[in-house]
């Protein structure tokens, strides 16, 4: 009875300590999101080939700049309340102009990158987002990790893909994640995610590590160019 009623307790302070691993990531996420600005960067292994590292800035007024590696180099673009730009070898598109111009929905095109700054999330939500989706978060060392349940994996995997409306067929999902705190702010997090994504009839393996870094939190500043200014009007 003593050996059970130890066990017991030992069970359930391991699932307190899991429990208090995602409040304290989740109130991480909470104060970087109060913050009045920050930048990040994004870089990515195993993902788009020569794909290189992704920047972004968010102030506290909604208005986001991102500059997003493409196949051919980089885009930038300015959104805020559902309203952006994009800059264009033809100068700077409203995303509804964007969009209709098309050039592939796959992320690549013009009609890609509009849609994926339409339904752009800052670092802060989307720390909240996969919190949400993870099993559990322990403490080791400077980080918390933890795996990411089966449909956490698959919202990873599937992540700005489609086809026409299509969605594709997920096999072998698998995520895990890591998220590093300083000051009860994230620094920085990072998502390895592994399956194999089915769509059109062509199937492509993944493994892919993605990483997002914060810096400049409450000194980051946003100037858009008027051209952008008067296209997101």
């Known amino acids: 009875m003593k050996s059970l009623l130890v066990c017991s307790t030992t069970l359930l302070a391991t699932m ?12 991480a996420a909470k104060k970087l999101g109060a913050a009045d600005s920050y930048s990040w960067t994004i870089t990515s292994e195993g993902g788009q080939r020569n794909a290189g590292p992704s920047h972004g800035k968010i102030q506290k007024d909604g208005l986001v700049w991102i500059e997003m590696a493409t196949r051919n180099g980089t885009t930038e673009g300015y959104v805020k309340a559902g309203k952006g730009v994009i800059k264009t070898e033809d100068g700077w598109q409203s995303l509804d102009d964007a969009a209709n111009a098309g050039g592939g929905g796959g992320g ?5 990158m509009a849609g994926r700054l339409r339904n752009f999330k800052a670092p802060a939500m989307q720390v909240s987002d996969i919190v949400g989706q993870t099993k559990d978060l322990t403490k080791t060392g400077d980080a918390y990790s933890g795996d990411l349940t089966e449909q956490g994996a698959k919202a990873q995997l599937t992540f700005g893909r489609r086809n026409g409306g299509e969605a594709p ?4 999902a698998k995520a895990s994640v890591k998220f590093w705190i300083k000051d ?8 390895h995610v592994s399956g194999t994504v089915s769509m059109g009839g062509n199937d492509r393996d993944i493994d892919r590590t993605t990483t997002t870094e ?3 939190v409450g000194t980051t500043k946003i100037t858009v160019p008027d051209e952008a200014k008067q296209k997101m009007s």
């Open 16 to 27: 307190s300590l899991m429990a208090a691993g995602k409040d304290d990531v989740a109130a």
């Open 108 to 112: 690549g095109g013009r009609g890609g």
């Open 169 to 172: 067929t997920i096999s072998g």
């Open 184 to 191: 009860g702010m994230i620094t920085k997090y990072e998502v």
């Open 214 to 216: 914060i810096k400049d």
